[in-house]
């Protein structure tokens, strides 16, 4: 079945970078977008960026600009996230999520599923 | 950017309760709204896509409603299954998503 796993928590000192994989598996990885979401203690889902799995092409949230990169690796199925300069509050789950879509009479429409299973990312001194 | 709002952002209810959601888009979205659940620990599952489309594999008990800004989740008959947190998503700036803030079923 469609299905994506991440890598393991992690645990940082801030000013320092983490990288999370996604690894994906039972369909066609170049065919669809890989979105990154992250959630805080206790807050909203946060959406940071996008690549299309096809031509690399990415988006970031303005929110991280500069600081977030989103790469992939088509030989190995896998989309990576890294975010660099880490303070305190980049403490979150990160998740990475399929963008699927639907063409239908009245839109094109996109949702994310399925999701990975999250990484816990905690930074610390 | 577009912002999401829900209300109310907790509520108690009961198992059989009639229980709705409301998601609120600071710009016209058109039918661009997806609705998601999650369970602590868990990440988020998707309900509703295009505003009222089912899901494969989502109960019936939920359906989803609105155009615009204004836009609607129901569950008709609460299950123990549903007490969860849901969320709003709007897909109309793609691939700039954006989520509501969530709101939180538990049992009353």
């Known amino acids: 079945q469609v299905q994506l796993v991440q890598s393991g928590a992690e645990v940082k000192k801030p000013g320092a970078s983490v990288r999370v994989s996604c690894k994906a598996s039972g369909y066609t990885f170049t065919t669809y977008a890989i979105h990154w979401v992250r959630q805080a203690p206790g807050q909203r889902l946060e959406w940071l960026g996008w690549?299309?799995?096809?031509?690399?092409?990415?988006k970031h949230s303005q929110k991280f600009q500069g600081r977030v990169t989103i790469t992939r690796d088509t030989s190995a199925g896998t989309a990576y996230m890294e975010l660099s300069s880490l303070r305190s509050e980049d403490t979150a789950v990160y998740y990475c999520a399929r963008e699927d879509v639907i063409t239908m009479a009245r839109g094109v429409f996109n949702w994310f599923d399925p999701w990975g299973q999250g990484t816990l990312v905690t930074v610390s001194s | 950017d577009i912002q999401m709002t829900q209300s109310p952002s907790s509520l108690s209810a009961s198992v059989g309760d009639r229980v709705t959601i409301t998601c609120r888009a600071s710009?016209?979205?058109?039918?661009?709204l997806n609705w998601y659940q999650q369970k602590p620990g868990k990440a988020p599952k998707l309900l509703i896509y295009a505003a009222s489309s089912l899901q494969s594999g989502v109960p019936s008990r939920f359906s989803g409603s609105g155009s615009g800004t204004d836009f609607t989740l129901t569950i008709s008959s609460l299950q123990p299954e549903d007490f969860a947190t849901y969320y709003c998503q709007q897909s109309y700036s793609n691939p700039l998503f954006t989520f509501g803030p969530g709101t939180k079923v538990d049992i009353k």
């Open positions: 690549i299309n799995a096809g031509n690399g092409h990415t």
């Open positions: 710009h016209s979205i058109s039918s661009y």
